[in-house]
Nanobody, 124 residues
Framework: QVQLVETGGGLVQAGGSLRLSCVASGRTFETYRMGWFRQAPGKERRFVATIEWRGEQAFYADSVQGRFTIHKDTAKNTFDLQMNNLKPEDTAVYYC?????????????????WGQGTQVTVSS
């Protein structure tokens, strides 16, 4: 089992920045991939960004490419999402997720462990 805890959400004006942090504990040595997803009210959970835990290549949703950046520290088991130039449409609950399996990078079903989520609200 892996436990994930997100922090860093909040309220920010459009154009502002936030940094979300995810701390992993438990059987983290088995982690193959970590990702960030988000879910707006009334909508399905959607892919934001992902990276192989022991790799360097990150992948981003088109909607956040160039604005969001993954930062990971495998020694500290932290996985952050730096969000710049935020837009009202970025408003959602953001979830950190991980999996020990090799699989599709952007499918929520490919991830086995999830954090509790952190609310991000961007005002216009």
């Amino acid at each position: 089992q892996v436990q994930l805890v997100e922090t860093g959400g909040g309220l920010v004006q459009a154009g502002g920045s936030l940094r979300l942090s995810c701390v992993a504990s438990g059987r983290t040595f088995e982690t193959y991939r970590m990702g960030w997803f988000r879910q707006a009210p009334g909508k399905e959970r959607r892919f934001v960004a992902t990276i192989e835990w022991r790799g360097e290549q990150a992948f981003y949703a088109d909607s956040v490419q160039g604005r969001f950046t993954i930062h990971k520290d495998t020694a500290k088991n932290t996985f952050d999402l730096q969000m710049n130039n935020l837009k009202p449409e970025d408003t959602a609950v953001y979830y950190c997720a991980s999996t020990p399996r090799v699989g599709p990078t952007s499918w929520a079903s490919a991830y086995d462990y999830w954090g509790q989520g952190t609310q991000v609200t961007v005002s216009s």
